[in-house]
C-alpha cells in the first residue's frame, strides 16, 4: 500500500511512495518509482508524487540521472512548485497509459 494519499476535491487521489536514503540507492526505482509503472499505485491517476527522505544533499542529482533511463518518456528538469530539491519525470505504465511523478527531496542533517 502507498505510504501518503491525499483525496482531493474535483480531482481526485493524489498518492506518494516515500524512502529514506542515504545515498542514490536502487530502491528509489525497484522498490519505489517502480510502483507506479507496474500500476500497484495510482492506477487511474495521470499524476503521483516519490519523497525521499535524505541525508546526502547529492542525492536527488543523482537519482535523477537514475530516473531518467527508468521507463522514463521525459524529465522535466523544473522544481515542483519552486521547491529547490524536486523536479518531474513522466513514464510509460505497464497499460501504456503515462504518468507524471513529481519528485521531492527533504535533506535531514545528523547534525
Do not use: Q
Request: charged share 30%; with cysteine.
Amino acid at each position: 500500500r502507498a505510504d501518503i494519499v491525499f483525496f482531493i476535491s474535483n480531482y481526485g487521489d493524489f498518492t506518494f511512495e516515500c524512502k529514506k536514503l542515504t545515498s542514490a540507492e536502487n530502491k528509489y526505482l525497484k522498490d519505489g518509482l517502480i510502483r507506479f509503472i507496474r500500476l500497484d499505485y495510482a492506477e487511474k491517476e495521470d499524476e503521483a508524487g516519490m519523497i525521499g527522505f535524505i541525508l546526502d544533499i547529492t542525492i536527488p542529482l543523482k537519482l535523477k540521472e537514475k530516473v531518467m533511463s527508468f521507463h522514463c518518456i521525459s524529465l522535466i528538469d523544473k522544481p515542483v512548485l519552486d521547491f529547490p530539491y524536486s523536479f518531474w519525470s513522466k513514464h510509460t505504465c505497464e497499460n501504456s497509459k503515462e504518468i507524471l511523478i513529481s519528485h521531492l527531496f527533504f535533506y535531514f542533517s545528523k547534525k
